[in-house]
């Protein structure tokens, strides 16, 4: 045992017909449809693609007929395939239906199993996850969850409202996180439920217009309005689920990373590309020092994000909850996958905020990430008070 | 004389009550058209309000109903009027136009201002600016002029094609830069036409779609293909459209600042009131350390900038060619101004990137302007240069 | 009245006779010690030098000699005199006589002035201000004030313990700042004190060596034990210390600003000339982009920097506490300054750290400015509060 | 085999024996010496400690008496050693004579080895690299070499001058970078040779005084002049200089960022533990959110860098040149290092200025890492370049 970096030589392969299948299979598809899609028809057929090439749902066990790919494997997997905005929706690895896969697996009965996880792993339906609350709700402090679920006879009634729920719209069910004892506040006393898109408590408010459009359906506001659901309907045990989320957070802020650092590939590549075919001043424009400066900026980036991503992937492949390395890798990758495609964008000029390039939309897309999943400054709080804790322990 | 900041009481007031007419007026239809409008009616009537108002078109000189304002002037009002989105249009003080105007006032002909001046300044007609090309012609490096003029009898025949003209898509014509000697790459040589959108050889190829959106009318592409026009289509005298462009892009990238300004102002605005509304972790959002630093230094670029605009204005005004402030100007102000809308985005959060604040609006809208009025890059280098001109100068 | 940045020719003059006058009598000094000095034969010398000049504390009032510099005249010499480290030493401008000064001309009695102020003028004496307090007394927070002044009959005794007095060493008195009435958080109850260096309940406890060397007779810890003073000790009146420290501490952040960014100034101008003079990779180090972006970067700091000073001049020339208008303009300036002479080391390369040219010198300087006269981090809570404020009270 | 980041049970046992040599021996000796010394006899007692606790030299082969380490084992170890300016000097694995031994190691005869690698892997003496000039000779452009060696019977004759060559003073030789053939420009045509201080054609022309004081007897300027060594002088093959310095600049780069990134760790946990400790406002000062940010942008840049390092680390251990990525973890290391403890001095405020604590010093001995071993934009520049190489390889 020493370090290492190259991964297993079946997940080098893996990646690699990735990274052949996004480019030849995907990106025509995307420049048809200027980048992203909301439409269910490209969705299948980009997924039967992708079933077809072999490269399905690579991270889920293989008895669901995937690769079983622990965090390292997705990570070299996930970043080819996040060389397009439509390359995870193909894998079917996308955002929040991958991380929803996750969590079921580790969590769901036999049941809840065949009847929810099954059809989402194999395409057939989408689900989303709703948690945030607007304010003064959850959010950035999960413990402000509001949403409340009453003990009925023979099940829960829920109620409450829930925004920025990425692809609710269209999606067959929902995992709603409802407080089911406490208050406000309280650090525990939530519950992960199962809620049907049928359900007639569960209403869609309105789609949420945003700067990022290319999660698979957007972000939606739901209300759960003297919602019923049966006992079943609870994943895993009840006041649970805030312990639930941290499974499905840490693995899930990192795939995010890896899906975002292809894009941030993509979009140097598109400006080295630019670069070393365009004429200024007389010279490449690659060979003026500061497209240099901001070239190499982007190579730095990129490599000490993948560095970090990785880590935290190892850590959390052997069994740690990797609460600090995930941290520390998502608010890296996020501001710097930012960095990268802003100086894309630079670099291209112009042409770099026109369509013609995707990189004012990639740029839009990216914008986000430093606020979903934990804003930057929420997680630099935690990781200092984390880094403070250890001290006062040690120092005792 | 001595240092002075405070505007003279006219131009206090005229700003005072630009800022009221923006709050009232402006904004109230800028919500009912998320942010920007491509409509012709809704500029007609901002502008009628604006005109009622006694605020329409303060830059032209008193002749053309205006009030003359200087840069400093302008720099007091404008970035009242770029509150919003919307507030430079109904003043009709927006870009293209404004810097038409500029240059029009300066260079024209008696007929020519006729013509072409006086329905510019009411608002009846709409303009454009046709210099930037298609890579490897002039863009960052406007020596690069490939459009070419040749002469012909009684006039000129323009060939050339152009990109990124705002405005030219229902403008009544436009002002182009062409090359009337020398070759691509000279530093001389330049013409400006003023050729009327009737022009069977002036066409539109494309709207060019772009992350900017709020420019009236856009970007795109156009093409002179055998455009003749008569002697009296030459603006100023042929070969010295370089110096002209200069005249123009002094004062155009300076009134470009201020009217951004007015939005990062605007974004902290939104920022500072959400922050100060919105509890989390059992504290105002405000009163969270990140925050605090977020808002203070949108506060401090916010003060950065508008002193160098300041400072650049009263260059220009002394009748300097503002040729290395204007320079500094625009590059911190094109940099600090996005820092300050992008911080405003992540205080926040989820709400900044949702379409129910204009914050993921400005985000786009801003972002250009570190490219267009050239690249940060190219101003840098300009810079440079002429601080390491003045010390070989110095030292010889 | 419009804006306007040229200063008043009296002022113009003066500035440029002090840059004379740094260039051609104090670097010369400058260079034949290293940089600084903490010898006093070379502080008088230099002092009659400046004396003989006619450039002698010309912030002071024309009663005493001086040429009544308002805070925007003493931008534009200050500035001038800051281009050497010792520069301001010569000018008698330096810090904490310089603010020492201001104050006791501010609130003084005509006896304090006379045994007080008019040998400090005059050069004859140096003072201290003995504020700062060793944790967890008065420092980021001044209200943490301990030491403690108890009356006695007919005075004062003071008993505490002080830290990063500058200029301790070798001074003739002391204003002290001691807690007359509450307790160590209260935002009251200060009192200023004139403390002369013979008493002996005044100790010098130790010099703090530091990363900084050149405030003349560098910083120490002194204490205050069993220290009688009489009733004529106390400056201004009694419990009002703080405000008095409002009084001092505004302007005098802002001079600092002044004479850093003289310093910052000269980094740049060798950066320039080596940038200029040397070759790299068979071009001059100044056509290499990088380092143009380097160099652009300095030119742009440095014009922001002075335009805030300006306006924080200007406000306080107008009355204003200035309160928040210095405490941007000390933020951005410190870690500006400290950023231009970062770069101007990086550009020089080797030789910017060798000892060979004063760079290395200027950052060991320059990096406590982002901490003394308030840590960035508390201008920056004080400045978003001062916001929030505002607009809590405009929204009520 | 899979992305692994444990070190081998050795290894880590080794790096954590280290630290805790560190901790007991070296850094008493350093608080006693304030943080660095210049003394001959304390390197000779600290070597005999670490020899005594079976940690000395543990880079060099087993044959020499070392461990072997490969380079990700030196990650582990080095970086423990760094955690005090010391530790390297302890271990016999400081610059410039840990390269050294490298370089010799991989391409001295066996009689070289016997005369001057093995005494200095013991610690008997100190050896230097003489390859850096005085402008224009060779420094960020190692092709700029001027110094020159000619052929003379049985032997060559040196001259030129070298500067900023550290430890000179008191190395029992050189290692000099001569060109035999070709002309200052060229990308070939140089030698290495061993020349022993005793030589009378080599003089110690002055002490370079700097910034930076930590490396053992500092920076000097050397002259060769009528320097004669026989041919037994030359190291490896005449005329591939360049090639070997290569050999010598990857992983001696590397080991760098190691030491380093100790010191990092250093700062950070003395600023962590001053603000776990020190109330401000009411509040431990680790509680306020502006500390947080930096203790946590402490973390990130930690993690970031020893990804990098670890990285560059495998690439060299599978035998790759590394030249990417060794720029990489290079250039980011320099400037994270820098970061972390520039803000590890914020965080301790006017402590952090005083010499009570060690990070003014680390300022001091980490800034010139931004510029040795080559500056960030030389770097970047050889980044950017091979990026766009790989980019029109693959595009032809």
């Known amino acids: ?139 950035s402090d999960p413990a402000a969850l509001t949403t409340r679920a009453t003990r009925i006879r023979d099940g829960w009634q829920i109620d409450g409202r829930k925004w920025f729920i990425t692809g609710a719209e269209g999606a067959a069910y929902a995992i709603c996180m409802a407080r089911t004892s406490g208050d406000a506040g309280d650090r525990g006393g939530a519950t992960m439920f199962l809620v049907d898109a049928a359900n007639p408590g569960l209403k869609i408010v309105r789609h949420i217009d945003s700067l990022d459009e290319s999660l698979f359906a957007g972000h939606a506001e739901i209300l759960f309005e003297g919602c019923v659901v049966p006992d079943e309907a609870v994943l895993g045990e009840v006041d649970r689920g805030f312990d639930y989320a941290q499974v499905r957070l840490g693995p899930a802020r990192t795939t995010h990373c890896m899906r975002w650092l292809g894009i941030a590939r993509r979009a140097q590549d598109i400006a080295v590309a630019h670069a070393a075919d365009r004429q200024l001043f007389g010279s490449r424009l690659a060979e003026l020092g500061m497209v240099q400066q901001m070239i190499a900026d982007n190579e730095i980036d990129i490599a000490a994000t993948r560095g970090l991503i990785l880590r935290a992937c190892w850590e959390l492949d052997q069994g740690s909850s990797g609460t600090q390395s995930t941290a520390i890798a998502k608010t890296f990758s996020a501001e710097a996958i930012w960095r990268v495609v802003d100086r894309a964008v630079q670099i291209c000029g112009a042409l770099g905020i026109s369509a013609d390039v995707p990189l004012g939309r990639f740029l839009r897309e990216v914008r986000p990430f430093r606020i979903y999943d934990g804003p930057s400054e929420t997680h630099r709080w935690a990781i200092a008070r984390r880094v403070v804790r250890r001290y006062l322990d040690s120092s005792r």
Chains 1, 2, 3, 4 share one sequence.
């Open 1 to 139: 045992m020493a370090v290492e970096f190259a991964p297993d030589r079946d997940v080098a392969d893996l990646a690699l017909r990735t990274a052949a299948f996004v480019r030849d299979v995907v990106i025509p598809v995307e420049q048809a449809h200027q980048g992203i899609t909301g439409c269910d028809t490209v969705r299948v057929e980009l997924q039967r693609a992708a079933r077809d090439a072999g490269l399905f749902a690579p991270h889920v066990s293989v008895e669901y007929g995937g690769r079983g790919l622990d965090m390292r494997g997705r990570a070299a997997v996930f970043e080819e395939a996040g060389y397009s905005l439509l390359g995870p929706l193909a894998l079917n690895i996308a955002a929040p239906d991958e991380g929803n896969m996750h969590l079921l697996e580790a969590i769901a009965t036999p049941q809840q199993k065949q009847r929810y996880l099954r059809p989402l792993i194999s395409g057939e339906v989408r689900s989303c996850f709703a948690m945030t609350e607007p304010s003064p709700g959850a959010g």
